[in-house]
């Protein structure tokens, strides 16, 4: 057999112009202008959904933890306290190599360059899942960075490879002014974001600050120990004290009020003798009290989850009011936000003795910045809609026939006390159980008025008597439980609680609009 070469082309193309290579400089100004691109988003979508998930911030704060001590003493007798200063230059320069090499190995070798991204946007997501009370939502912006910078990339490429010059377009499809235009507009766009993000969260990082370095002053009026009898030792079942990063959020807050302690200020108006005008050092000077309170969103189901327990530090406002002296036509106290949030609660309920307080601390600890950081309203008995208001900075003595409120104004009730309910937490809806005797357990609550009797109900028959747990106060949940005889099969439990005054739960099912939910609680178990 004989090798030979292959045959001349008989015809070559005459104006075939030599193949052309992108210049790497561009491509890694691609890489650069893609990866700004990608961070300006998240810092955008960091600044009003995940202030703890700025991918910059969590990247810098992993590193932080991960130098070896000898590295960052060294870089501190260097930069001394231009330390912070030196980490996120060099972090930036790290980000802007990778960015650029990026781009060119995208051009040279896709997808590569796209991978080397989603490398990149993981360790973010990494840096912001161990982070110290680190949640779920702070991997967001570390996402979009990634899917950003790496369409952009995709696109870009693209681009510029459609700079070159082919037979058909010997100017090549794209004009390299078109694709200087769009990589610039890229990276502006960028810069923009980054530069808008950390501008946006600024105010929450100073408040973040604040609260870091703030201790909270020991109560005058310790809380009294919570009662050995109140939980029971029953796995799934709600903890009778919820941890802070457990505890519901609700509010309407797109971006959390970051408010300066040293500035912050209540002020009492409206229907009064006396305007009083309280900073935070002078609420902090006052004998502070500690209360456990149950909150409960009107928004809660029968069976939800939007109700939390805590012991709040705080100062009655009872007596913020009798200073101030409301006027005796006067029946409403309108609460507002630092971000303009208004609740309208009963004068009556702030001034009837119950422990209707600011809070200033939550479980031994500062309140936190999305619990309303430095100072919130906390009323037992009273859904939030009407009494819980966080970062609160006014409160305004009036009428109820003379305003309405931020929900009030939205067709929920002008008037939300809580409503008597009950929740069993296990077992949890839908589970199976071997035959034989089952723990049911789960909480209920009647805030202010306290719960005397739970019970439990198989396939519609008797009720029987649960277990109570003792209870902290009538202001706070408790939880309960029943052993149950379980028979194999398929079986439906119910739960209905009596408050302390012998009325029962009703059974009527209505709707959380406008007032808060009613029914029982049902759900059904696999018993085999
Ligand atoms: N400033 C402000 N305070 C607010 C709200 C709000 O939207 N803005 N929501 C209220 C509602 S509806 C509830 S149920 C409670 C929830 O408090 P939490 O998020 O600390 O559980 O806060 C209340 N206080
Ligand atoms: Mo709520």
Redesign the pocket.
Known sequence: MVVRDSPAPSSAPAAQPAPQRVPWWLAAAVGVAAVLAGIGAAELVSSFIAQNGSPILVVGAAVIDLVPAWLKNAVISVFGTNDKAVLIISLSLVLLVGAGAAGVVEERRPPWGRILIVAGGALGVLAALTRASASLIDAVPSVVAMVVAAILLTVLIRMLRSTLPTRVAPNGAVSRRRFVTATGATAVAGIIGIVLGQAISAGYRAAAAARAAFHLPAPAVPAPAIPAGASFPVKGLSPIITPNAD???????LQI?GIDPSTWKLKITGMVDNEVELTFAQLLALPLEESATT?????NEVGGN?I?NAVWLGYPIRHLLAQAKPQADADMVLSR???G?T?STPLEALTDGRNAILAVGMNGQPLPL???YPV??VVPGL???V??????VELEVTRFDKVTS??TDRGWSERGPVKLSSRIDVPSGGATAPAGDVVVAGVAWSQHVGVSRVQVQVDGGAWNDATLADAISADTWRQWKWVWPASSGRHTLRVRATDANGTIQTSKVQDVVPDGATGLHEISVTVG
């Open positions: 505890f519901y959020r609700i509010d309407t807050a009020p909150l409960t969103c009107v928004s939007l939390s936000s630092q971000d949030w609740a999305e619990h309303g919130r309203m859904y939030g809609y009494s819980a208001t966080k970062w609160v931020y929900w």
